[in-house]
Nanobody
Framework: QVQLVESGGGSARPGGSLRLSCASFGLSVSNYAMAWFRQAVGKEREFVAAEPVIGKISYADSVKGRFTFSRSNARNTVYLQLDNLKPEDTAVYYC????????????WGRGTQVTVSS
């Protein structure tokens, strides 16, 4: 069955970096729009970055210039490079996939915690 497995979360200091990975099983990321979302404690889930099957990568304004989305079709994995981290980046980060014929995101990972503090 389809499963998205996230890794790479952890703790970092302000200005530090982390690299999140999302390995997919049961689907080929080359055929899905892939995205990252995050949710901080007490706040709503928010969009972070995404790449459609055909099209350009988009980023939330809050992370633009600091985070970088990438995709490895060969490894069937997507990544999110987090640079110049800020305390407000602290959240659970989720990987999601959307099929070609679907409007919403069909599959979600369990999430990985990112904590940025001094």
């Amino acid at each position: 069955q389809v499963q998205l497995v996230e890794s790479g979360g952890g703790s970092a200091r302000p200005g530090g970096s982390l690299r999140l990975s999302c390995a997919s099983f049961g689907l080929s990321v080359s055929n899905y729009a892939m995205a990252w979302f995050r949710q901080a404690v007490g706040k709503e889930r928010e969009f972070v970055a995404a790449e459609p099957v055909i099209g350009k990568i988009s980023y939330a304004d809050s992370v633009k210039g600091r985070f970088t989305f990438s995709r490895s079709n060969a490894r069937n994995t997507v990544y999110l490079q987090l640079d110049n981290l800020k305390p407000e980046d602290t959240a659970v980060y989720y990987c999601a996939a959307r099929g070609i014929g679907s409007h919403g995101y069909d599959y979600w990972g369990r999430g990985t915690q990112v904590t940025v503090s001094s």
